[in-house]
């Protein structure tokens, strides 16, 4: 069975563009969250969905938004981007929208920002 | 900001050696999970332990949760070389919304 699958691996871009990353769940999940991992440090959470309807949001701008779709594939947007968003985007999948349900990370996108 | 902070910040051991890392939160939690991240990909999820429990293993993995001092350890016995990577405690609280807060892990290297 295929694991959590993101999409691009690496990304380059320059201050004020927007970016789109992309997260594939595992078959059967239909919760997914965002994370965004500043070098050195620990994941940080950005978003939960759930059955296409956003279940939390952590202490970021509104400059970051995200879509889960029919398939329960996500997407997760930034806009206006800043050097400080710099940064591995991590996904991960779980079957119920529960802490203790364990969740199932993805590669990560690895975003730069020039 | 992050819930959990682990102690030390870095390990380095010989193979065959036990690693200890500790991870201090601050406010009550529901559970504590402990994952492990290799070179910056995605975390692995190694052990959750609840709030009503006090020890867990998992294989060479000992978890201890201690919630009068808000503190958890995480054992690895018998170290080897594919267990070098950086280990994260995650904590969900209801103060947090019941979502995963991680700490900021410790980087253990075990040296063959």
């Known amino acids: 069975d295929a694991g959590v699958t993101q999409s691009p691996t690496h990304l380059i871009k320059t201050r004020g563009q927007h970016v789109t990353l992309r997260c594939s769940p595992i078959s059967g999940h239909k919760s997914v969250s965002w994370y965004q991992q500043v070098l050195g440090q620990g994941p940080q959470f950005i978003f939960q969905y759930y059955e296409k309807e956003e279940r939390g949001r952590g202490n970021f701008p509104d400059r970051f938004s995200a879509r889960q779709f029919p398939n329960y594939s996500s997407e997760l947007n930034v806009n206006a981007l800043l050097l400080g968003d710099s940064a591995l985007y991590l996904c991960a999948s779980s079957f119920l929208a529960v802490a203790t349900e364990t969740q199932y990370f993805g590669p990560g996108t690895r975003l730069l920002v020039l | 900001s992050q819930q959990g902070e682990e102690d030390p910040q870095a390990l380095s051991i010989q193979e065959g050696e036990n690693a200890t890392m500790n991870c201090s939160y601050k406010?009550?939690?529901?559970?504590l999970q402990w994952y492990r991240q290799n070179s910056g990909r995605g975390l692995v999820h190694l052990i959750l332990?609840?709030?009503?429990?006090r020890e867990k293993h998992s294989g060479r993995l000992r978890v201890t949760l201690d919630t009068s001092k808000k503190s958890s350890s995480l054992l690895i016995t018998a170290s080897r070389a594919a267990d070098t990577a950086s280990y994260f405690c995650a904590t969900d609280a209801r103060a947090a919304g019941n979502k995963l807060t991680f700490g900021g892990g410790t980087r253990v290297l075990v040296k063959p």
């Open positions: 406010t009550s939690i529901n559970n």
């Open positions: 332990i609840r709030s009503n429990e």
